[in-house]
């Protein structure tokens, strides 16, 4: 029966999962249209220019109006990494920020794991790969992505 029971249980989640898939679709009929962020639209344009300083004033000015918004700290903290000397003290402060106001922001985890590979810390690198080993329920981009940096630091630092 146990056996039985698992294989089920399964096909029921998948069944379920299908489901609000398809409601979520955003070619249905009862899918909201997804609200764009007008300051993400900038912070977008502005770094498919790599105009780094550009994108990190636009989000320092939008934390000033709302400090609590874990995506805004994540991006500031990831223009100010890609940016000309970063000061990795605000980097890693804003990420930290991010994942206290949401713990499972997955493309904060992946880009503070790679700040630490910046500063040679690959232990807190796998420390937050690890974190997203458990929020991916399969694989997901910012995982693969972490990890790939991870190898390709270590066989960097291993052919010194």
Not at 59 to 86: C, I, Q
Not at 102 to 126: F, Q, T
């Amino acid at each position: 029966m146990k056996t039985l029971f698992r294989p089920l249980m399964l096909a029921g989640l998948l069944a379920a999962s299908s489901v609000v898939l398809a409601a979520g679709d955003p070619g249905g009929s009862s899918a909201a249209p997804e609200r764009k962020d007008p300051v993400m639209e900038k912070v977008s344009a502005a770094t498919s220019k790599q105009d780094w300083a550009g994108a990190s004033g636009v989000l320092k000015e939008a934390l000033s109006t709302d400090p609590n918004n874990a995506n805004y700290h994540n991006m500031y903290a990831y223009t100010l990494r890609k940016g000309a000397n970063p000061d990795m003290n605000l980097v890693f402060k804003h990420y930290n920020e991010a994942l206290r106001l949401d713990p499972k922001h997955k493309g904060a985890h992946e880009y503070i794991g790679e700040a630490y590979l910046m500063v040679g810390n690959v232990a807190k690198a796998k420390e937050h790969l690890g974190q997203l080993d458990k929020l991916c329920f399969f694989s997901c981009s910012e995982y693969s992505d972490l990890k790939k940096a991870i190898g390709e630091y270590e066989k960097k630092t291993a052919s010194r």
